[in-house]
């Protein structure tokens, strides 16, 4: 079983929907991830997150430290939204620098 | 935070020669790091690459196999050698800044 565990693997949607992506984890953590990566293949940081919420214009990503679970939800989604969003976790035992990446959500956004 | 830059960005190689993979950030860091995403896969951690010393390996990866240098605090060097098919992946750069960037990646395919 992965550390770090992704849902769906897969999600379409359309125009204008309310979107949201799981991600939970096994270990303790000192931090948690999400990313995004375009078909190109690069991959934006899109927050860092080590409790509570944060909001970045139609991003709200959110975490609950006790239930080791986050979401990340896409409000009014555009097909610009289409990518693969990837949880990733920072260990808090051993090395604090290791990210353990989910295999990400798969995200298609039509018009 | 960091740009980080890559070259080549993407490459078509023949089995058993090699690739270097450049790697370089606008800011000076301590640790960058080299992963690997293999077709369908999540990152998988290949190396930490220190200033003025030896990279560190992850499990399963190896120095013959994928040397790294890190001349200094901005830049470092990804080389994939003897290449195989199993060797196709994207490679990508990443730092702590303190959040963490990632490059573009390198789209390697082996023939």
């Known amino acids: 079983k992965n550390e770090v565990e992704q849902s769906p693997q897969n999600l379409t949607a359309q125009e204008g929907e309310f979107i949201t992506i799981n991600c939970s984890y096994s270990v303790g953590i000192s931090a948690l991830h999400w990313l995004q990566q375009h078909p190109g293949g690069g991959i934006v940081s899109l927050f860092m997150l080590s409790s509570g919420k944060k909001k970045h214009g139609r991003l709200i990503a959110t975490i609950n430290i006790q239930e080791k679970h986050s979401s990340l939800h896409i409000t009014a989604s555009h097909p610009r939204d289409s990518a693969v969003y990837i949880c990733a976790v920072l260990n808090s035992g051993g090395s604090n620098y290791k990210l353990t990446f989910g295999k990400g959500t798969l995200l298609t956004v039509n018009p | 935070s960091a740009v980080i830059s890559q070259k080549p960005s993407r490459d078509i190689c023949q089995r058993g020669t090699s690739l270097t993979i450049q790697c370089q950030v606008d800011?000076?860091?301590?640790?960058m790091f080299w992963y690997r995403q293999q077709p369908g896969q999540s990152l998988t951690l290949i190396a930490t690459a220190n200033q003025g010393s030896e990279a560190t390996y992850e499990s399963g990866f190896v120095i013959d196999k994928f040397p790294i240098s890190r001349p200094n605090l901005t830049f470092s060097t990804l080389t994939v050698s003897n290449m195989s098919p199993e060797d196709s992946s994207i490679y990508l750069c990443?730092?702590?800044?303190?959040?963490?960037?990632f490059g573009p990646g390198t789209r390697l395919l082996v023939l």
């Open positions: 990443s730092v702590q800044s303190p959040g963490q960037y």
């Open positions: 800011s000076q860091v301590t640790m």
